[in-house]
């Protein structure tokens, strides 16, 4: 079956420390988008590519990084510079034109 | 700015009938988008409105009003299953997604 797999559910790490969530879609998706979800808050866009060894900054993507060299992946790394990274990270994609996001089971981060 | 307005938190009862209001500025306009999110869970696809207009999908229906930069998601015959929160959407004239806060559905029985 084709979909978007967001791997680990949870993950754990100190404070300082980068920590790289994986994104991975069988979809044929040119797009891919990375969000982060607050308690009470909507979806808040990191960064997104749209091709293949592309990719824009999104709203808030300062502390964090991503890579495009394979058009199945789109890992995103969250460094020690990220402020508040403790939140709910979400991996989407999309076919080109206009269609709903097919999103990932999502990634629990939890900093301590 | 760009900005997406829904209420934060709703409640009715099974069975009943529910209207999600979302109003929204934003730069462009390509699509709104409607979303189901269970608590923990990703947000899954309900609906898409470009035209002015209601589309009707089962239970669900989206309607549009493009000049008023207005939208709601209407839930007929509730269920339990139906609690959860709800997120209005649109895509701007960078297709970007912009995302409201999301309204969270409490269903009483």
């Known amino acids: 079956d084709g979909g978007i797999t967001q791997s680990p559910k949870y993950l754990f790490r100190k404070e300082g420390q980068n920590v790289t969530l994986s994104c991975e879609q069988n979809l044929n998706h040119d797009a891919m988008y990375w969000y982060r979800q607050d308690p009470g808050q909507g979806l808040r866009l990191i960064y997104y590519?749209?091709?293949?060894?592309?990719?824009q900054k999104g709203d808030i993507a300062e502390g964090y990084s991503v890579s495009r060299e394979k058009k199945e992946s789109f890992p995103l790394t969250v460094t020690s510079a990220q402020k508040n990274p403790t939140a709910f990270y979400l991996c989407?994609?999309?076919?080109?034109?206009?269609?709903?996001?097919?999103f990932g089971s999502g990634t629990r981060l939890t900093v301590v | 700015g760009q900005n997406i307005d829904q209420p934060t938190e709703m409640t009715a009862t099974e069975g009943a009938i529910v209207q999600i209001n979302c109003t929204y500025q934003?730069?462009?306009?390509?699509?709104l988008f409607w979303y189901q999110q269970h608590a923990g869970e990703a947000p899954t696809f309900l609906s898409y409105n470009v035209l002015d207009g209601l589309e009707e999908k089962g239970r669900f229906s989206s309607f549009l009003s493009r000049s008023k930069g207005y939208s709601y998601l209407l839930l007929k015959e509730l269920q339990m299953k139906d609690s959860a929160s709800y997120l209005c959407?649109?895509?701007?004239?960078?297709?970007?997604?912009?995302f409201g806060k999301g309204t969270r559905l409490h269903i009483l029985p």
């Open positions: 590519s749209q091709i293949v060894n592309d990719f």
């Open positions: 934003t730069s462009g306009f390509n699509g």
């Open positions: 989407a994609s999309m076919p080109g034109g206009v269609y709903g996001y097919t």
């Open positions: 959407a649109v895509m701007n004239r960078d297709d970007k997604i912009i």
